[in-house]
């Protein structure tokens, strides 16, 4: 099938190896991926330049949401490539995509001196790291829980979302490090803000080295033809399709709030600084990668539905009272805390959602399965949670937001409540068994 199948018989400090090598071309790739949120605040006025800054955040987030559109492209032409030609091809080509991608936004010239090519370029940019970042879900979510032990494979795939939320850590690591130590304020507005993105680039050889030297992780099943067919997906698995449709429903929508959109909301709506609002993040997701292995652990030991109900049901009950409080904090602890609260909550739905759904089709069309449909249901709802937050915003109804985020949390439930436990029906179990 591929170049260096995964070995029969492997010890943990083996799989822990693969897991590493397989996470960290993740972290790269949704580092660049976020690194375009984190600075935003600053390149804003450099494509956009409008006098109202919630204008110019508008403009940003609308590209930032347009890049979610070419994510289904990407879940199906990757999610294919993996499940045709293995893993590692797909999860090679992806972070290549995404260096290309941040090195056109490092050096695209300002408004002031190309006119409107340069939100053109910047859009360029986004397609490209969208296709990218969509292809790279799947695929690393197939790699995670198939390198992993049947008892562990909650907590091992777990590190995916440690992961993506490490690529954050690290992009706001360095605005940190570039806001107090490195620039001042008018540098970092003026050029500095283009240094994360060359780093970026430079990260993907890296994970491109790292990549090339990975085992396959399963054996690819099933007829050559049918390997990676959306056909074959839709007409054989319709029911786990709308199962991943519906779990990632009001998760994504979730995640993007409490985490991309959060710093600008912070600014924005509680009035902080763009440091501390920076500060409050980055130790907000420190602790929120610390929980995802931990939800995984406790996954393995009690099932994935439990965690993935509770998620529902505390998000349905405390989503509005949550974003409320965050919104007329008095202090940057209270902002903490309340923020800490939901990240909790979210971590239900976060740390095993890749398992969740890799467990529901089997290897030959399982990357394109966890792909494809989690794609189009972020292009849709994730990608666009922070231009209607911003939209509201702007409108004067800023809470109509909050009510958004928890009916599609409410959605969600529903379908945890009526779907089948995946660790109870793996076909992951069933392949390895």
Known sequence: MTKNPLPQHVSTAWRLKAIFTGSIGNLVEWYDWYAYSAFALYFAPVFFPESNSTVQLLNTAAIFAVGFLMRPIGGWLFGSIADKRGRKAAMTLSVLL?????????????????????????????????????????????????????????????????????????????????QKIFLTPEQLS???????????????????????????????????????????????????????????????????????????????????????????????????????????????????????????????LFTVPILTAISHAASLWAA?????????????????NAVVKAELFPAEVRALGVGLPYALTVALFGGTAEYLALYFKNAGHEPYYYWYVTGCIFISLLVYVFAKDSSAYSYIDKEQS
Not at 134 to 153: K, N, W
Not at 223 to 246: F, I, W
Not at 337 to 348: Q, T, W
Request: glycine share 10%.
């Open 98 to 178: 995404m260096s290309l991608g941040s090195m056109i936004i490092a050096c695209t010239p300002a408004y002031a001196s190309i006119g409107m090519m340069a939100p053109v370029f910047l859009l360029l940019a986004r397609l490209l790291q969208g296709l990218s970042v969509g292809g790279e879900y799947g695929t690393s979510a197939t790699y995670l829980s198939e390198v992993a032990t049947a008892g562990r494979r909650g907590f091992f795939s777990s590190f995916q979302y440690v992961t993506m939320i490490g690529g954050q850590l690290l992009a706001l690591g360095i605005q940190l490090s570039l």
């Open 190 to 316: 003026e050029w500095g803000w283009r240094i994360p993105f060359v780093i970026g680039a430079m990260l993907a050889l890296v994970a491109l080295y790292l990549r090339s030297n990975m085992h396959e992780s399963a054996t690819l099943g099933g007829k050559k033809d049918e390997r990676g067919s959306v056909m074959v997906l839709v007409k054989k698995y319709p029911r786990a399709v709308l199962t991943v449709v519906g779990l990632t429903l009001g998760g994504t929508i979730a995640f993007y709030t409490y985490t991309t959109y959060m710093q600008k909301f912070l600014v924005n709506t509680v009035k902080l600084s763009k440091e501390d609002a920076t500060v409050i993040t980055f130790f907000l997701m420190l602790i929120y990668a610390g929980m995802q292995p931990l939800f995984g652990w406790l996954s393995d030991k009690i099932s994935r539905k439990p965690l993935l109900i509770w998620f529902g049901v505390m998000g349905t």
């Open 336 to 352: 903490f805390f309340l923020i800490l609260c939901a990240l909790v909550i979210v971590s239900g739905y976060t740390a095993i």
